[in-house]
């Protein structure tokens, strides 16, 4: 088995997403629910799932060695950010070379790096007219949304689209993407 831990903050729905499909997989499973937030919705559908979660402490995650000694005690082979504000310190990043992964909201490298997170992101890319947006899946290095790209998908920007509808439309790819992209890359 392989074994991810999703760090996720924020609400999960892309955590929930990538429980679901790894559910019953017959070489890949979600060991652990990462956090920074206590209350964060994603501990919810953590435990609703029965998933272990580990609740982590900034001090100690950039301070001391990232949280790698329990994640390796754990047996994680894999760790995929989904709405996850923290910058991934260095030691975490050596310990799982390309073995890290983040979905953006937008098609990097435009619309991303410190702050651009959200209805940041949705809102710079209204107010820049443009015509289409999308999500970037990419593997993640010491600086924002910066690592190698694995995967982009687009789609179109609507005239009368708000940052809450564009949200909506970018939340559905991801809904989609996200968990086959981490199935393609564990099972090859
Ligand atoms: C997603 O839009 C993702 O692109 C970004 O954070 C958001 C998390 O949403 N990195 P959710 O908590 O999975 O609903």
Not at 2 to 13: E, P, R
Not at 125 to 140: M, P
Not at 145 to 158: H, L, P
């Amino acid at each position: 088995m392989k074994k991810i831990a999703v760090f996720a903050s924020g609400t999960g729905s892309n955590a929930g997403k990538i429980i679901e499909k790894f559910r019953e997989h017959s070489t890949i499973s979600v060991a652990l629910i990462v956090c920074n937030k206590p209350g964060a919705g994603v501990l919810q559908i953590a435990e609703r799932n029965k998933i272990p979660t580990l609740l982590i402490d900034k001090e100690k995650f950039f301070r001391g060695n990232g949280y790698v000694d329990e994640l390796k005690q754990m047996g994680i082979d894999f760790i995929v950010l989904a709405g996850f504000l923290w910058k991934i310190p260095g030691a975490l990043i050596k310990a799982y070379p390309k073995k890290i992964i983040n979905i953006h909201p937008a098609l990097l490298p435009n619309y991303g790096g410190k702050g651009m997170y959200g209805q940041f992101v949705h809102e710079t890319v209204l107010a820049n007219k443009e015509k289409e947006s999308g999500i970037t899946i990419h593997y993640v290095d010491e600086h924002y949304d910066n690592g190698d790209i694995i995967f982009q998908a687009k789609c179109e920007i609507m005239q009368n689209d708000t940052p809450g509808s564009l949200a909506e439309r970018i939340h559905r790819l991801e809904h989609d993407w996200y968990p086959r992209i981490i199935e393609e890359l564990l099972v090859k």
